[in-house]
């Protein structure tokens, strides 16, 4: 499959556990935010989404804690999986332009 | 329903050769979207289309063409390739401006340039 870094930072999480993956935005304009995954060979793939006007969204598994102070955005996954090793990129938007800029990835990897 | 479909998967050329990428989507989106993805420098956005017959630059445009002659297909060519346009391109469709609607990814394309 693609590489989609070779520098990537990882996070080592046993299975079972609790993930925390952390993301720096970089435009206090931006007002939407989204999370998604990347598996090996495969295109990213949309997680959990949030907007400004809010500071937490939960979804299955996984809850997005946005703090708009110090630009910054966290992905939550409960009870971590095998299935959830991948490449998390989270991504901002600003307002009405039709661009996303992504973030370089995490890299996690599910620990038997 | 295939969703996103890319052609071709893989791809090398010589510099100075020309190619296209095909994006073909079934979910009658209107947006389309063409990225680029390198290591350590996440995906950064070529060209997009808000619409059949529109495209308009991203951000790292050049070097790059694109055209939407028909609303489930968004072309993206390399007149003239160079050896910084190896990456995996990725495009992307969505029914309605981001934020208001969910983006669906292909599984990619690979092209290097010797």
């Known amino acids: 499959g693609e590489s989609v870094g070779l520098h990537l930072p990882t996070l080592s999480v046993q299975e079972g556990d609790n993930s925390i993956i952390n993301c720096a935005y970089s435009?206090?304009?931006?007002?939407?935010f989204i999370w998604y995954k990347q598996e090996s060979g495969k295109g990213p793939q949309f997680i959990i989404d949030i907007r400004s006007n809010m500071d937490k969204r939960q979804g299955q598994r996984v809850t997005v804690l946005l703090n708009k102070t110090v630009k910054h955005l966290s992905l939550q996954i409960a009870a971590t999986q095998p299935g959830d090793s991948a490449v998390y990129f989270c991504?901002?938007?600003?307002?009405?332009?039709?661009?996303?800029?992504f973030g370089t990835g995490t890299r996690l990897q599910v620990t038997l | 329903n295939a969703g996103v479909t890319q052609t071709p998967k893989f791809r090398v050329l010589k510099t100075g050769q020309s190619m296209t990428l095909l994006c073909a989507q079934d979910?009658?989106?209107?947006?389309m979207y063409w990225y680029r993805q390198d290591p350590g420098m996440g995906l950064r956005l070529i060209h997009y289309?808000?619409?059949?017959?529109?495209?308009a630059k991203g951000e790292v445009p050049d070097g790059y063409n694109v055209s939407r002659l028909k609303k489930q297909n968004f072309l993206l060519g390399l007149e003239s390739a160079a050896p910084s346009q190896t990456s995996v391109y990725f495009c992307?469709?969505?029914?309605?401006?981001?934020?208001?609607?969910?983006?669906?990814f292909g599984e990619g394309s690979r092209l290097t340039v010797l």
């Open positions: 992307a469709s969505s029914w309605t401006r981001i934020g208001a609607g969910e983006l669906f």
């Open positions: 991504a901002e938007n600003m307002g009405t332009a039709s661009k996303l800029t």
């Open positions: 289309s808000v619409g059949e017959g529109t495209t």
């Open positions: 979910m009658n989106h209107e947006y």
């Open positions: 435009n206090s304009a931006s007002d939407y």
